[in-house]
Nanobody, 128 residues
Framework: QVQLVESGGELVQAGGSLRLSCTAS????????MGWFRQAPGKEREFVAG??????????SYADSVKGRFTISRDNAKNTVYLRMNSLKPEDTAKYYC???????????????????WGQGTQVTVSS
């Protein structure tokens, strides 16, 4: 059973930065793509960023709304994926979820239905 635990969410002023972490346990961490999603009150959960492999090369993907501001990375030795968030805006306020695809599914997907494992989420609040 794969378990994902997020951390790093907090209240921050607009223009500030945060780094979210997601630590995985229960499987070989490097074997599947990972993603970050977020859900704001009253809205559907949406894709933020993902990291995986394509033709043995690491690949990343970002939602248009966060391109140039957010960076996803992973440290396989620590079983951890990170989301560095810069130039935060009030519209980035949401609960952020870490997700993992099944073993062997290395390509990044922006569809939450392609992710088998989810963390409990960490709250990010950006004040104006």
């Amino acid at each position: 059973q794969v378990q994902l635990v997020e951390s790093g969410g907090e209240l921050v002023q607009a223009g500030g930065s945060l780094r979210l972490s997601c630590t995985a346990s229960g499987r070989t961490f490097s074997s599947g793509a990972m993603g970050w999603f977020r859900q704001a009150p009253g809205k559907e959960r949406e894709f933020v960023a993902g990291i995986g492999w394509s033709w043995s090369l690491m690949s990343t993907s970002y939602a248009d709304s966060v391109k140039g501001r957010f960076t996803i990375s992973r440290d396989n030795a620590k079983n951890t994926v990170y989301l560095r968030m810069n130039s935060l805006k009030p519209e980035d306020t949401a609960k952020y979820y870490c997700a993992a695809r099944g073993t062997g599914y290395s390509s990044v997907s922006s569809s939450e239905r392609h992710y088998d494992y989810w963390g409990q989420g960490t709250q990010v609040t950006v004040s104006s």
